[in-house]
């Protein structure tokens, strides 16, 4: 909301700059976020740190308050006049203008009532009217069409005060005008724009602003006249009003107006509606407007006599819920279907407005309006957001009523809107104020021990400043021995009635207002519970470093995706999972985001893709949740480690005479088995792969401790092909990070160096070509038994002179005791049983 | 006979001045010190001298015989050392041609600030407690003292699910209630946690606004805890995140769950608060918002709140990753490109 420092001095007396206001409000909870400058400077604060304004300022000798005293025709130009002005000491200025808001005083002689206007003299520096960008120019003495001219009589977007440059800014007669008056006097403003948290509902007028200003500052408050003057009729024997609802309309007022002439308001009005972003209509409607915005207090005018035609006689108004099937056509020309729970204002003919939210078309103030009917009422705030809701129409009116206006500011709205009607457009107001008000809610009284105070904010609060911080919020307070009884003033609806709440609210209040900054710094002085770590965080942090260790990038990808999407990693025929394992999001970001991941695959493979486009070895890992739904309330969120390699295992380098070759299945196998090794995971084993994502005769299952949790390998060619990664394997593996914390082993044993020196042998075995080379591994692993330390297969080799459907797999081997030198007889010995073994076992041959 | 000796002498070491590698130095040592060497030879001639001249004769060969082998000792060296600077010389190589490239890996900058949030926290006895993505609208609404239609519910675009019961938190918040009631005890023990997680808003995804992003939470629940503990504690963690004179300021703002509720900013780290683009010229940047747990709350966490006191406070590490490297986008985060996260 945009607040005119201006507006805001009739309500509150302000001796700090603008600047440091805005800060004390910003601490306060009111965040100010901008402030823009009309016509004055910006002032510097010490220790206050602002961006520099780069708007006009007007200079106090130079831009005036004028008087247009008369205005002439020019004598070489009909779409030119001259205005004279007098700018003080009886002196005349004569400016040439081509303002069409000029035209209509030529040649008619002294202009009365005095005209106002805004007056630059030669040397004045102004934006300039005619540039599309902003640009300043300074005015310099020139002829226009034959008469000299020096000086100019502005119109707002010259000024900086709106981009209206149709006319010249002409103002009405004010008292407090005099010719030569400094400018910045008349029209120079600060806006500052607040932003208002939900809880500050009460604030959003400037009646609202100031009051939380004079208790920053600690100065009166000067609320504006409720007061009216009522000569006519009593109202209630014009209209009568028939609350149904009295729990979504608790109170509902109507005064009114007769013999009233509409028509448009006055310079000051349109003035500071314009200044805060509203656009003048004409006086009655501007006055509903401006008491919205000074008050808080939304209104609504009826024009009278319609209500009387549709009525046949005198009006009642009704608010009630809608009946199956009603419509209203609404202000802005919406017809509007109207749902169960749209509270409405309506008369014996039908629906009128939607209560608290917009008025009807057919009843509104038009030009020949003469008799207004003004209704200020109070709606509640959850009924008011079900209809913003259903009906997605945002007004001033429901801004304020969604978030609450408490229904003791129904009737100062209404007497000060009505008053505020007579004086702009004359006519006579009825006696009394219509008043439904069936249940007043009862002020909430808090009982609050200073104790309270003190032990909450941790800071030392005397009594009475407490009380007297509460007091300058308008609340009554009681003291009673070290407990304040205050009484939350009728403007508030944030207070709660709940003991322990209610005292948190008037902490805040209290801590608020003396400012956070007086409250100390401490230590916990409190018990400290127990230090438990997460060993969850801490496994994941391990794989993340030993992931990055093996030159992988950690990628964290959205958790969305779609069914669709996720169909893709699959092959022709695999089955998808079931509808509802899926979470659905209701409201979409995008239609290819309306479901949560279940697996990693489908954004790692979009980021390869992505990063492919520069970068052909990649080597990526993430871990994050998937989510499988299904049956319960809540999914499950299991955290998955995935694994990405494709392309080149090193990167081309001028030293290697040819490219690296595209990493494989066993380069995968090796970032894994490192990952297991690391967390000294020994109990792992290999099936072949089942997952179906992935090319089933090149992936494999990976089970820790007999649990199956993850498989990798790569990826199955009709996925990759969907892709487009067919110029190297895609590998990619995915596991259940749980099972790996649960297996790591957190106190591993280090083995004594050997001291003995090892005893080395090859050997190579052909053996049938489908032989699993694991198999093979692990018979001569147990034929080598305790003293074979190491098997390392160097080669595997098919081809002459090894005979067809056969392999040669060579193996360095490695003998050590610890406690005796092995010589190369014990060696031979071993090995000579190995040869055995994978005879007798394996069927294997001795390669010569 | 001494003129044998003498001309040898000269010989010898005039031979010795002209070799220049270690085949001429092998032959040289052979011919004149080796068995059967020159010098030997004078040895071998000591009998046929005249007795009274033997001693002479064989002290003046020993004296040659030294003499040429340290001029050979010094010829050697000085061979070997010009061979050296020559090899040295002709190894130099070309350092400025580009290194191997080795794959270096990296750990997600979103990620890396959170380890140095959890650092912190945890020195400051503050332990990770991890909450759910998917919760349930009581929980990250209703028991954190937003019941259905409140007004503050409208500052959070929220992602449903297709069970309106069933949400995408939209932040860490409903972890409070699940820490309270999975470490509380029955709000009989203190807490102190940090609730580390993803939350999503239905939001336009522009530069500077994503529909997902992480959040750390910190709540502490016990006897007497103090708006005072809560400040001191927020200073403690700027001093330790940012720098040890960071300035914090405190803004009293509204979060339904915390009452009094701040919002916290810490002077601008990359102006020292003398205001520049990134804190928009105010000298200071938000961090964090905070408060003490609201009465409700305590309730719904299982503690009384007339004997219970907390404060909680809610940070954006993506926004301070940003701020730190000058990020300008925040779609980068989720974006993944290898060219952004190899910069860390």
Known sequence: ?848 | MSQSIDALREAALAALGSIHDNDGLSAWRAQYLGRRGAVSGLFGTIGSLPKAERAIFGKRVNALQGELRQAFEGREALIQSQRLARELEEGEIDISLPAQPRRRGGIHPSTRTHREFQQIWAEMGFQVFQSRDVEEDEFNFTLLNLPPHHPARDMQDTFYTTDPRVLLRTHTSPGQIRAMRALGAGGSKPIRVILPGMCYRQEQVTARSEIQFTQVEGLAVGRNIRMSDLKGTIAEFAKRMYSPDARVRYRASYFPFTEPSMEVDVECFLCGGAGCRVCKYTGWLEIAGSGMVHPEVLRNGGYDPSEWSGFAFGMGPERITMLKHGIQDIRYFWGNDLRFLQQF
């Open chain 1, 1 to 848: 909301m945009l607040v005119p420092i201006t507006w805001l001095r009739e309500y509150v007396d302000i001796e700090v700059p603008v600047e440091l206001l805005a800060e004390r409000l910003t601490l306060a909870g009111l965040e100010v976020a901008h402030l823009r400058y009309i016509g004055l400077p910006q002032a510097t604060v010490p220790g206050l740190v602002m961006p520099r304004s780069d708007h006009l300022v007007w200079e106090r000798d130079k831009l005036l308050l004028g008087r247009i005293v008369e205005v002439k025709a020019h004598p070489n130009a009909d779409r030119l006049v001259m205005a004279l002005v007098e700018y003080g000491g009886g002196e005349l200025e004569q400016c040439v203008t081509g303002a069409p808001n000029l035209f209509e005083y030529k040649d008619q002689g002294e202009i009365s009532p005095p005209l106002w206007c805004a007056l630059a003299l030669e040397g004045a520096t102004v934006w300039d009217g005619h540039s599309d960008k902003p640009r300043r120019a300074t005015l310099k003495g020139r002829e226009l069409r034959g008469i000299y001219n020096k000086s100019m009589v502005c119109s707002e977007k010259e000024l900086g005060i709106s981009d209206e440059h149709e006319g010249v800014i002409l103002m009405d007669h004010d008292e407090r005008f005099v010719a030569g008056m400094a400018l910045a006097d008349v029209l120079g403003d600060v806006l500052l724009d607040i932003e208002f948290t939900p809880n500050l509902a009460r604030c959003l007028s400037m009646v609202g602003v100031a009051r939380e200003v004079a208790a920053i500052l600690g100065t009166e408050m000067r609320y504006p006249a409720y007061d009216f003057l009522a000569e006519g009729a009593p109202i209630a024997e014009q209209v009568a009003i028939d609350i149904r609802e009295p729990a979504l309309n608790p109170r509902f007022t109507l005064t009114l107006l007769r013999d009233t002439k509409v028509r448009q308001s006055p310079f000051w009005l349109r003035h500071r509606l314009k200044l805060i972003g509203q656009r003048p209509r004409n006086n009655i409607v501007d006055v509903t407007n401006y008491i919205t915005f000074e008050l808080g207090q939304p209104l609504h005018a009826f024009d009278y006599d319609k209500l009387c035609q549709r009525a046949g006689g005198l009006p009642t108004i009704i608010t009630r819920l809608p009946q199956p099937g009603e419509q209203l056509e609404t202000l802005d020309g919406e017809a509007r279907a109207l749902g169960a729970e749209t509270i409405l204002v309506a008369d014996t003919a039908g629906a009128l407005s939607l209560g608290g939210v917009i008025g009807g078309g057919e009843t509104e103030i038009s030009a020949e309006t003469q008799n207004v009917l003004l209704e200020s009422a109070a709606w509640n705030n959850i009924s008011i957001r079900k209809t913003l809701r259903e009906q997605k129409v945002h007004t001033e009116a429901s801004a304020r009523f969604s978030r609450g206006v408490h229904p003791s500011q129904a009737i100062l709205g209404c007497q000060r809107g009505i008053e505020l009607m007579r004086q702009l457009g004359g006519g006579t107001i009825a006696s009394g104020v219509l008043d439904n008000y069936p249940a007043p809610p009862p002020a909430p009284t808090v009982a609050l021990p200073i104790a309270r105070v003190r032990q909450l904010l941790g800071m030392e609060v005397a009594l009475a400043d407490a009380a007297a911080v509460l007091r300058r919020l308008e609340f009554e307070v009681a003291i009673e021995g070290d407990v304040m009884l205050a009484t939350a003033p009728d403007f508030r609806l944030d207070i709660s009635a709940d003991a322990v709440v209610g005292q948190a609210d008037l902490i805040e209040e209290i801590a608020r207002i003396i400012g956070y900054d007086q409250i100390p710094d401490t230590i916990m002085a409190d018990e400290m519970p127990p230090q438990r770590e997460n060993t969850a965080v801490l496994t994941e942090e391990r794989i993340r470093d030993i992931l990055a260790a093996q030159g992988l990038y950690e990628v964290i990808n959205y958790r969305f995706t779609s069914r669709e999407s996720e169909a893709q990693l699959l092959p022709a025929g695999a089955p998808m999972p079931a509808a509802d394992s899926y979470v659905e999001i209701a409201n979409p970001a995008a239609s290819e985001r309306n479901v949560l991941r279940r697996t990693l695959l489908g954004n790692m493979l979009e980021n390869v893709v992505n990063n492919g486009r520069y970068q052909a070895s990649q080597q990526l890992f993430e871990i994050g949740k998937v989510y499988l739904g299904g049956g319960a309330l809540l999914p499950q969120e299991p955290q998955r480690l995935g694994i990405f390699l494709t392309g080149a295992r090193a990167q081309p380098w001028w030293q290697e005479e040819s490219p690296a070759p595209p990493m494989d299945f066993y380069d995968l196998k090796g970032v894994l088995e490192n990952v297991l090794a690391a967390l000294h995971i020994e109990d792992f084993r290999y099936e072949r792969g089942t997952q179906p994502s992935l090319h089933p005769g090149r992936s494999a299952d990976l089970l820790v401790a007999g649990e199956r949790i993850g498989s990798f390998g790569e990826i199955h060619p009709q996925v990759a092909a969907r892709f487009k990664l067919t110029a190297a394997p895609a590998l990619y593996g995915e596991f259940a990070v749980a099972p790996l914390m649960r297996q790591q082993r957190r106190l591993h044993k280090v083995a004594a160096l050997p001291t003995r020196p090892a005893v080395l042998e090859d050997i190579a075995l052909i053996v049938r070509a489908d032989m699993p080379a694991g198999a093979v591994e692990a018979v001569i692993r147990q034929a080598g038994g305790r003293l074979l330390k190491e098997v390392t297969l160097f080669d595997v080799y098919m081809g002459e002179p090894i005979p067809p459907g056969k392999k040669s797999l060579a193996y360095a081997l490695t003998f050590q005791d610890d406690a005796r030198t092995l010589t190369d007889k014990n060696a031979a010995k071993i090995r000579k049983k190995i040869i055995g073994a994978a005879r007798h076992r394996l069927n294997a041959e001795l390669r010569s």
